[in-house]
């Protein structure tokens, strides 16, 4: 009575790692174990052009996104710029935010030099507009200066809105229910070379997604940088 034989017949490429264990009554003589071994080389030659093939495709993908973001922000750069009033413009970058970034609500709020603090301009929660909102975030000393804006997007998630605030010279965040709700992720300083005209938030809800890409992340720091030499002309 004979033993089984057993071959275990690897097959390795790139992070992928396979084996194959084939058992036999007898010992397999050399003829087969030449062909186990072709076997294994085809198999990875197969696996090595298959993953080829996909990084191609992923290539092609990443392309093919790159050129619809720059044809999408150049679009989104003209609109912005067609706008007439401080208000249509608001309207149309609250819009714009919510759209490219797919998140549920989005919260602009902007230098309102009457009350001598920021104010809500305009407030969407699944692409409807909120009831007015007249809560202040008071500045005695005018507009945040620009050099107190250290970044171009805040993620909320690693400090609070309050901290941020703070950080700025302003007080706590007066709109803590509001973006509470609509689980605030992130802020878009609205920041030329000068002042903060303006802070844009974008929160989730209970349809959105919890975080943005890198890809959507660059849009939209270069959408709210626009906009604020833009509104320089509401002045």
Known sequence: KYEPAEVLLPVAEGDCRLFCLMQWD?????????FL?????????AIAINNLRAQSKQTEANISSGEFTVLSLSNVLKVLKGAESKEKFCSLLVDIFAEQSRMS????????????GYTIAEHRTGHIKASEDTTLLPSSTGPVPA???SDTV????????DAVFKSWGLAGCPWKDAMKAAEVRYFFPVCDENTLAGIIALGAGQDGKAALDRSQLASLQLIAQFAAYEFKRFK
């Open 154 to 161: 805040y993620d909320i998630s690693a400090q609070s809105a």
């Open 26 to 34: 007898t010992l397999p003589d050399d003829e087969m174990m030449n």
């Open 105 to 116: 609500t989005c919260i602009l709020s902007t230098w309102n030099a009457g009350r001598k």
């Open 147 to 149: 050099v107190k804006v």
């Open 37 to 45: 071994e072709l076997l294994g080389n085809l198999a990875v030659r």
